[in-house]
């Protein structure tokens, strides 16, 4: 796992973190609470309590250092599976709680619910290649990019600026990507006469089989152990400390099941993406309201205040609740000192993100996680070319200056 400050630099073991910085905890929880006010006075109880979980998101990314960039790139340079099982272990929870909500398929606010349901494809397969060629080249993922922009990493606002507009490029060539040829089939795992209970126990088998691989390539390879940041002891790490991977993985999943239950869907975050980019070059003359992607499947989003859209407000609370998880854990500093090829990978990286994300119709988080705790082949397809995906990046890195995991690394 990489120091929060530069995701280049292997971690550093010391017994206490930081001391809490007041200042940048004050503002996050200022403008918090302010935002929170003005979404339940304007906007209603459904999008105040939504940003409430999201904030809870920033904390739990933000102490379980939880990462989907850094779990494929140790599996796949070093053999390390620690993090990919944590991954495992949050798919599996979210399974069980995803499977009784599908099944009633009514929010907490009596409106419809289902989950990530989407076509195996072409698209599904070359979208999630190339968005996790740029994970590795970006320095972080869909989530990753917004809780360490929140955590002061501001590197990574170079990494966020090409995901908008690769969400944009992906939003215009959408269309494209839909024709028969490229479309598959759309499978659920639900789809059965087992229904969501025979879903659950194949998904489990899926995910022990998994776990088991991770063990096998760790006993062949002898990687080294994961080394967390600084943390505190006791009661206290749970506000000033590194959480255990399997506490996150659990908090996330059950995040992303009362995310599910109060809004109809799944935890998303790139579509917010492409409609800040879409609304600029709408802003600036350009007809995206003509585009297959606004006129289609997502008629009418384009006209969606940033305020009354979802995930727009999700992604604000990540940032804010990494924001302040970084300032009182000690860690929150701005960093602006890059090296121009870093530049340019972070850059690159979050174009392919972007794109990737928009006709693979997710990301790590609405693909991935979403789509298969949706008990959709598609997230298990784009795990499965995203470990591919996550090769190439690798072998990229280098040219960009960026260092690649060894087996004599103490972390990675």
């Known amino acids: 796992m990489s120091d929060i400050r530069n995701p280049e630099r292997p971690a550093r073991t010391l017994e206490r973190p930081p001391a809490p910085r007041p200042g940048p905890t004050a503002i996050a929880g200022l403008a918090a609470v302010t935002l929170l006010v003005i979404l339940f006075v304007f906007q209603g109880l459904q999008l105040g309590l939504l940003f409430i979980v999201a904030l809870g998101f920033g904390v739990a990314l933000y102490h379980a250092r939880f990462g989907f960039t850094s779990a494929f790139r140790q599996l796949m340079a070093v053999g390390q599976g620690e993090t990919l099982r944590a991954h495992m272990l949050m798919l599996a929870t979210a399974s069980l709680l995803f499977a009784p909500l599908l099944a009633l398929g009514t929010t907490a606010f009596g409106g419809p619910l289902a989950g990530y ?15 996790c060629i740029g994970m590795q080249l970006g320095g972080a993922c869909a989530s990753g990019s917004l809780y360490t922009v929140g955590s002061g990493q501001t590197s990574i606002l170079i990494t966020l600026a090409g995901f908008i507009v690769g969400s944009v490029w992906g939003a215009h060539d959408f269309g494209f990507w839909l024709q028969p040829d490229f479309v598959w089939t759309t499978v659920s795992l639900a789809d059965t006469r087992w229904g969501y209970t025979g879903a659950v126990v194949f998904q489990f088998i899926i995910i022990a089989a998994i776990v088991a691989a991770t063990f096998v390539v760790e006993k062949r390879l002898n990687p080294p152990p994961r080394v967390g940041p600084p943390s505190e002891h006791g009661l206290v790490r ?16 059950v995040l992303n099941a009362i995310t599910l239950w109060l809004s109809g869907k799944p935890w998303g975050i790139t579509s917010a993406f492409a409609l800040w980019g879409s609304q600029a070059l709408s802003a600036l003359g350009v007809d995206v309201g003509s585009w297959y992607y606004w006129s289609g499947p997502h008629a009418g989003g384009l006209d969606t ?20 998880a970084s300032a009182w854990g000690g860690t929150f500093k701005i960093a602006t000192d890059l090296p121009w090829r870093i530049i340019v990978a972070r850059l690159l990286g979050g174009i392919l993100m972007g794109y990737g994300a928009r006709i693979a119709f997710g990301c790590n988080i609405g693909a991935y996680f979403g789509g298969i705790a949706s008990f959709s082949l598609h997230g298990w397809l784009w795990g499965a070319v995203g470990l591919a995906g996550t090769l190439v990046g690798i072998k990229l890195r280098p040219l960009f200056g960026m260092g690649v995991p060894k087996l004599s690394d103490s972390s990675c």
């Open 305 to 324: 205040p940033i305020l009354a859209d979802r995930t727009s407000i999700m992604d604000i609370g990540i940032i804010f609740g990494a924001m302040a």
């Open 238 to 253: 749970v506000l000033r400390g590194t959480w255990p991977l399997w506490a996150g993985a659990l908090v996330l999943a």
């Open 117 to 131: 349901v989407s076509p195996v494809g072409l698209s599904v397969a070359f979208g999630g290649f190339i968005f």
